[in-house]
């Protein structure tokens, strides 16, 4: 490794830092969560089971639970240790729509920038640890100059699996400040929704809760059902955009 490499890392690692310290400041003056065990929360019935145990953990955290959430958020998408669907909901539920949707977009945004750098540094076998070799083989086509609309395209698709693919594109040589605008842009959708249904459990509007739910199940089939033609149409999208 190179001294500019080196110098490099250690500029990446001084702004990583100082954003987990901004996390812990916003945490500390932003919202405290209300509490979970309220009317409306007994009433979720056993479907809400995990997301009341999370929001529990969260909230017993004080002025530091956003803080844990944002980290949580971040780490789902580096080891994916819990469903970004769970999370996402969670959210909303304590923190309602804007800041819930303000933290979930923060938490993603760290992870997805610590899976690029990790895919960045350590290359392809690191890559290969955390993303199933199908997967990898699949859309080995990104690995090489991948433009900035088709990455906010996969990145916008419901059901693409958009955990894995901070370490694809991070071995693809895209610009940081790239990456992070595609990926930040194009998960605020889906984040969203996840929040937005969040907030409506936790606020007793549970008819609006199961409307979002159903929409999102659509769409999500809908991708699931075309999801070969979008495979197809993707890679002829990508052909076009590297022909000279």
């Not at 490099?8 to 954003?19: M, P, T």
């Not at 979970?36 to 530091?64: C, D, H, M, Q």
């Amino acid at each position: 490794m190179t001294r500019k490499q080196q110098n490099g890392l250690l500029i990446k690692g001084a702004i990583f830092a100082l954003v987990i310290g901004l996390i812990f400041l916003l945490s500390w003056y932003g919202p405290r969560p209300f509490s979970v065990l309220g009317p409306w929360g007994e009433n979720l019935g056993k479907i809400y089971t995990r997301r009341r145990r999370l929001a529990r953990v969260l909230t017993s955290f004080g002025p530091y639970s956003a803080a844990l959430f944002m980290l949580l958020q971040a780490l789902q998408v580096v080891i994916s240790p819990i469903p970004g669907e769970l999370t996402g909901v969670v959210g909303g539920y304590i923190y309602g729509i804007g800041f819930g949707f303000l933290f979930s977009t923060i938490g993603l945004t760290l992870g997805s920038w610590v899976a690029f750098e990790l895919a960045a540094i350590f290359g392809r076998p690191l890559v290969q640890r955390f993303v199933p070799d199908k997967v990898l083989e699949k859309f080995h086509f990104l690995t090489t100059k991948t433009g900035a609309i088709i990455s906010l395209l996969l990145f916008i698709i419901p059901g693409f699996p958009k955990d894995y693919l901070c370490y694809i594109l991070g071995l693809t040589g895209m610009n940081l400040s790239t990456f992070l605008m595609v990926s930040t842009v194009g998960r605020m959708p889906g984040t969203y929704l996840l929040t937005l249904q969040g907030a409506s459990i936790g606020s007793g509007q549970y008819e609006r809760a199961i409307v979002i739910a159903a929409i999102s199940g659509v769409i999500v089939l809908v991708a699931y059902l075309y999801r070969f033609q979008l495979y197809q149409w993707i890679r002829g999208f990508r052909e076009k955009d590297v022909t000279p």
